[in-house]
C-alpha cells in the first residue's frame, strides 16, 4: 500500500499540507469541503505537489515538515528547484 503526502494550493494562494493512503478519495473530499477546517472555508484547491511513501509515518513526517515550510519554500518545492529549496533551508529569515 502506498501513503502520500501532498499540497494544495487554495483559493486564496494559501498552501495546505496533509498525508493520505487514498489521493484520489482525500482530494474529492477537501474539493467537496467534506473536511471542514482550513480548505473549506479556501475553496476550490488545486493539487500542486504531492510524493510516495512506503509507510504512513514516513508520509505523516513529510507533511510536518512541509508544514513548517514557509511559502517560498513551498513554492521551490512545487517548481522542483532543488538549489533554490537549499538556499533557503539556509537562510530561515527569506
Not at 1 to 29: K, P
Not at 47 to 65: G, I, N
Not at 69 to 80: F, M, N, Q, R, V
Request: charged letters at 25%.
Amino acid at each position: 500500500m502506498a501513503f502520500y503526502a501532498y499540497l494544495l494550493r487554495c483559493n486564496d494562494g494559501s498552501y495546505y499540507a496533509g498525508h493520505t493512503d487514498d489521493l484520489e478519495f482525500r482530494l474529492a473530499q477537501h474539493q467537496a469541503g467534506a473536511l471542514g477546517g482550513y480548505t473549506s472555508k479556501r475553496l476550490p484547491v488545486q493539487l500542486v505537489w504531492c510524493d510516495t511513501f512506503l509507510t504512513r509515518d514516513d508520509a505523516f513526517w513529510a507533511e510536518r515538515k512541509l508544514k513548517g515550510w514557509g511559502k517560498a519554500k513551498k513554492e521551490a518545492l512545487i517548481a522542483g528547484d532543488w538549489e533554490l529549496i537549499q538556499v533557503l533551508a539556509r537562510n530561515r529569515q527569506v
